[in-house]
C-alpha cells in the first residue's frame, strides 16, 4: 500500500485544517499518510502518491508556505513516472480569473511532471462551501484505494 503525502498551502490556516481532516479520513481507512506545511523537495520525492490541498492567494498564486516548494519544483523538476496524484484547490469564484489559481498551478505542474491524475482537480468555492472539508474530504475518501492501491 501506498503512503500518500499531503502537501498543505495556508493562507490563514484554513487548507490545512482541511488536509488535517484529510489526514485522519486515510488513517482511519488504515492508510498511512503525512501532511507537510513546509515541505523541500525531500519529501516530495519520498512520496508513494501526492494530495495537494491548496489556497490561492494574491492574483491566483500559491500561498506563501508552498512558494519554495513549487519554485523548487519547478527548478529541480524530479519527474513523477506516473505517481499517482489529486489536487483540491480552495478558492473565492469573486476573484474571477484567478479562482483556484494556486491549485491550478499544482496540477499543471504536476501534469508536467508526468505524474498520473486519480481525478480532475477539485475546486471548492468559499462562496458555496463554508467548510472546505464537506467537500474535500469524501472527495478524497473516494479517491483513497487509487491513491493508496
Not at 42 to 60: H, K, L, R
Not at 79 to 98: E, I, Q, R, T
Not at 123 to 129: F, L, M, P, S
Request: hydrophobic letters at 40%; a negative charge; aromatic letters at 8%.
Amino acid at each position: 500500500m501506498r503512503r500518500i503525502s499531503i502537501f498543505a498551502g495556508s493562507v490563514y490556516g484554513n487548507a490545512q485544517h482541511v488536509a488535517e481532516e484529510a489526514l485522519s479520513m486515510f488513517e482511519g481507512k488504515g492508510i498511512e499518510a503525512e501532511v507537510f506545511s513546509d515541505p523541500e523537495t525531500s519529501d516530495f520525492a519520498d512520496a508513494d502518491a501526492v494530495v495537494v490541498i491548496t489556497s490561492t492567494t494574491g492574483q491566483g498564486d500559491v500561498p506563501p508556505n508552498l512558494e519554495m516548494f513549487y519554485s523548487d519544483l519547478r527548478t529541480e523538476f524530479p519527474l513523477m513516472n506516473n505517481k499517482p496524484f489529486a489536487v483540491a484547490a480552495l478558492g473565492d469564484s469573486s476573484y474571477g480569473d484567478s479562482f483556484c489559481g494556486g491549485g491550478r498551478q499544482f496540477q499543471e505542474l504536476l501534469l508536467e511532471l508526468q505524474g498520473k491524475p486519480v481525478a480532475d482537480m477539485l475546486e471548492v468555492d468559499a462562496i458555496e462551501t463554508l467548510a472546505a472539508e464537506d467537500d474535500v474530504v469524501p472527495w478524497l475518501e473516494g479517491l483513497a484505494s487509487k491513491l493508496a492501491d
